[in-house]
């Protein structure tokens, strides 16, 4: 597959350090509000949550020769077996933090099935994957990637329109006619504008601020998985692996879709170079190491991506300094309750703007590797990848059972195109004329 390097900023260090340092934090805002909502739901630790997405983040990048500028935050896939191993361990009785430590169990297990599959792949060889990865499949799952995040950002946006088009206006009218640094900070500048139009008309409720320390320590023991060997139930051990280790293969799917995204904003092909062995190992790291401390499985964040397409800065180096103020943000409490009152209409609206580029990059990709839809082969397997993840997304609740395994619409529909492209012949022409007469 071959990316052409697009026209955008790949050192930074250019800029210089404040605009470099400005770069870094709007990196850190457009992860913030999805990364930190799975911990909300889920009752996992905040501070933790944002300790481990930037040393996750920190740890892929040495793994991936610090090639690849992708974020690490939350992922939305292990929510289900989260929930699930909590009730069943508070049905015994244990409490919600402990039982949440179990399920921790099980998503560390999770994150091995990353190691498997990167050996797999680096003892065959990266042709022979890859080569089931081409624009026809690429290119569907990575539209299908934005559209399925679409509907939380219109979701978020609908709880306050007003305060949703402040962001998206700001970051428009910035990305299109600013100048200067402006013009690189405009998902940044659409987060505080927003959020200042939401204070300004009494929208937010500043006392959690107030009563937040300034300096706490994002780990406490009770909440990693130490917690459960004091006095372990085997069975419930046993109950988390079963349920959530088989999650990953997924997100394992979800992981090459992600990939093929940034590569084609970047105009770098990643899974070649460093190599989807890389990415994936260090995917799977950053997911062990934080579900042993209580913190979240990670992933890689569309929300940043978006970004990358928006500004044009595509150095690494710039969400390496996004991670970095994650971690030492994640000492300051006051920090973590004051990006907790950001409005979700505030995200909602930055969102619409991010997961729709994430859409048109799929569909760039499509048109560079101009793909001939006169083929029918290449109409059935993008259609279906559209339909089927789409359609799980917002028709099957984002589940659908196979066995005991629980596949999102975007890992099904990766699935179901590796397939199709494996098994369909080359040429299947459209007769013309069966839509003309």
Known sequence: M??????????????GPFKFGVLGIQHLFAMFGATILVPAITG???SATLLFAGIGTLLFHFISKMKVPAFLGSSFAFIGGYL???????????????SLDYACIGVACAGLCYFIMAALIKWFGSERVLKYFPPVVTGPMVISIGL?????AISSASEDWLVALVAIIVVIVSNMWGKGIIRIVPILLGVASSFAVAACMGKINFSALHDAAWIGFPIARQNTILAVFDNPDFTLITSSIIAIMPIAFATIMEHIGDMCAISGTVGKFFLADPGLHRTLTGDGVATTLASIFGAPANTTYGENTGVLNITKVYDPSVIRLAAIFAILLSFCPKFAALIGLMPAATIG?????LYGMISAVGVRNIVEASIDFMQMRNIIIAALILVIAIGVKY?????VAIGSIHFSGLALAAIVGILLNAILPNRIDIDIEQFTN
Request: charged content about 20%.
């Open 2 to 15: 071959d990316f052409q390097p697009q026209q955008g900023i790949y050192d930074a260090r250019t800029l």
């Open 148 to 152: 399925c995040l679409s509907g939380s």
């Open 349 to 353: 609206g930055v969102s619409l703007i």
């Open 84 to 98: 699930s191993i909590k009730e069943l361990g508070m049905e015994k009785g244990l409490p919600e933090y402990l």
């Open 395 to 399: 028709g099957a609740n984002d589940s």
């Open 44 to 46: 996992l630790n905040v």
